[in-house]
């Protein structure tokens, strides 16, 4: 008997440790990000997004977890998934278990496109869409995702989680020719990795992004240079 409740703690009591430490990351979370806003109305300028692309590369089994990957490898060839998908979760021992994705009418896109346009209100542009009539004058961005992507590496007793993101801006007149990548990494440590820690990573990397972006933008023609960007 004694030597059957040892066993019984040999390998239940790893298995609880890892689930506690995974928030048992079984299937798929649905998980929302609220997107950044701004408070500034003084704008000086305008501006257009033109395009947003999301080039991120899924792939079935990656070795490095930062890689975006969803449970289901039938998957990654679905763009209507794809489009929403922002994680991976995984056992307490590393394992890849169930994906993180953004509820259904919302993509990573378009929370660039929110912390894009932040960023552009921050730097003193009225953002606008091509029913105003200040459209065809406002200054043109275009946007590649090429890394958006959130992630934990187990310790033990602890869980540290990861958001990364990389994007490509283009246009001369807002960011200057060729500018290079805007790049933001944002970490935290947890006991373990529920959807609200998700949440709050995914959140605080995403208004990281913005501020990385607002410091590469050119305030508008005319305006005077916030020395704070």
């Known amino acids: 008997m004694n030597e059957a409740l040892r066993l019984l703690r040999r390998t239940a009591l790893p298995i609880l440790a890892a689930c506690a430490l ?3 990351a079984l299937g798929r ?10 408070a500034t109305t003084n704008a000086t300028g305008f501006a ?26 039938s998957d990654i060839t679905n763009k209507a998934i794809t489009s929403r998908a922002i994680a991976r979760k995984r056992g307490g021992f590393g394992a ?16 660039v496109h929110d912390a894009t346009q932040k960023a552009l209100q921050d730097k003193g542009y009225q953002v606008v869409d091509n029913a105003s009539p200040q459209y065809a004058a406002a200054l043109p961005l275009s946007i590649d995702i090429n890394e ?13 989680l990861r958001f990364k993101s990389s994007l ?20 935290n440590d947890a006991v373990a990795a ?5 949440a709050d990573l995914v959140t605080r990397g995403l208004a990281d992004l913005s501020d990385k972006i607002a410091e590469r933008i050119r305030p508008p023609p005319g305006a005077v240079a916030d020395s704070g960007r």
């Open 148 to 160: 958006f992507w959130a992630w934990f590496s187990p310790g033990a007793f602890t869980v540290t």
């Open 22 to 24: 995974s928030a048992c």
């Open 168 to 187: 490509k801006l283009s246009g001369d007149a807002l960011v200057g020719a060729d500018a290079p990548p805007v790049t933001s990494f944002i970490t």
């Open 48 to 73: 257009k997004i033109t395009s947003i692309q999301d080039l991120r590369q899924f792939e079935a089994a990656p070795s490095d977890a930062g890689t975006p990957s969803l449970e289901n490898a």
């Open 194 to 198: 529920f959807e609200s820690t998700w």
């Open 96 to 111: 890849a278990l169930g994906d993180i994705v953004l509820p259904e009418g919302k993509t990573v896109a378009g929370l």
């Open 29 to 38: 979370s649905t998980v929302d990000i609220k997107s950044p806003t701004s």
